[in-house]
Each structure stands twice: as C-alpha cells, then as structure tokens.
C-alpha cells in the first residue's frame, strides 16, 4: 500500500496494492493494522454503498459534534470526482479543499479525517460509491456547505446544466455561515 499527502496533509491517498492475473484482481480495502502502520488510525464501524448516475453531484456533507466521521471512500465502478474541504477551526487550510479523480479503474481510496466536508460529483454515466465510516450516522447531527460556495471556488468538471442536485444541497448555508468543527 502506497499512502499519498495531498495539498492537506490530514486528507490522504491510499494507493492499495493489487494483486493480477489472468482471472481478474485482489487488493485489500481495510487492513486495520496495514492502515495502523501508514499513520491512519479509525474504528471504522459502518459501511455504505451509493449508486449515481452521471451529473449527480452530492454535498458537501458533515456532522455536528459529538457525530462527526472520518471517512474511508472509494469507487467500485464509475469515476467521481471526490471533494474534501477543511473545516476546522484554526486550521491554517480552512476553507481549502482536495479534489482527487476515484475510479473503479484507479482503484485509489482517499481517507478524509474529522473535520472535513465531503462532496462528490459523477464523472461516468453512472458510478458505485463506497465508504467506510467511524462514527453512527445521526440525521440531526448533519450539516452542510453550498457545494458552489465562490469562497471555495471548487471546479466539479461538470458543467452547472448536467449538475443533478437533491433540494436540501441547493439551500444549504455558505462556509462563512456554519461553525467551524471543533475537537
């Protein structure tokens, strides 16, 4: 396994190594103590699985304290484009984000700590999504971020026509208008 800083060095790549042959591929997903020993530390304790179509664009999504997850996230078929922005307060890249290209392809997973909002947009005409969670899933701990914030200026790479929003992502609050995440 290979592990790759980003621009933020909490948010990683995890590069698996895989195994091929004639019959297809393996590779590990989650290997608590491979992981342990390349600096990622989580009790990952819920899995979850999405299917998309092309232009859908989810996010940017959080959870309030005490709910807040680091997330484990990867494609299965498809390719998206992944988006994690710093929330953190104080953090020297508030407000900054990444945005790495996942494909069932690339087979490349990005680790997105506490303290982040997460967004993801459709690049294939359709795409599986999978991830990995540490804490519970709580509808009244969750919040968001305008996924067209100016102030984040994120490029989705899907023109604003094919953008495929649900009617809770279109009103969601500016970065300047949440409370920053606090551990």
């Known amino acids: 396994m ?10 990683l790549i995890v590069e698996p190594k895989i195994f091929g042959d004639a019959r297809g591929y ?3 997903t989650w290997n608590k103590a491979v992981f342990e020993s390349a600096g990622i530390s989580c009790d990952f304790i819920q899995d979850n699985e999405s299917k998309s179509k092309f ?12 709910y807040t997850q680091a997330k484990l996230v990867r494609v299965i078929a498809g390719v998206v484009l992944d988006v994690a ?15 790495m290209e ?30 990995k969670c540490d804490n519970k ?28 929003l649900s009617p809770k992502d279109t009103v969601l609050p500016a970065l300047s208008e949440i409370e920053p995440w606090e551990e």
């Open 137 to 164: 899933y709580m509808p009244s701990a969750e919040r968001g971020i305008r996924f067209d914030d100016p102030t984040i200026g994120i490029d989705w790479r899907v023109t604003p026509s094919a953008w495929i």
């Open 26 to 28: 393996f590779f590990e």
């Open 85 to 99: 922005v710093d929330i953190r307060k104080g953090s020297p890249t508030f407000g900054k984000y990444v945005a």
């Open 102 to 131: 996942l494909s069932a392809e690339n087979k490349r997973q990005l680790f997105i700590p506490r303290g982040f909002a997460h967004g993801f947009t459709v690049l294939s005409e359709d795409a599986i999504f999978a991830y």
């Open 2 to 11: 290979n592990v790759i800083p980003t621009e933020i060095p909490d948010v």
């Open 55 to 66: 232009g859908v664009l989810r996010g940017l999504h959080f959870q309030a304290a005490p």
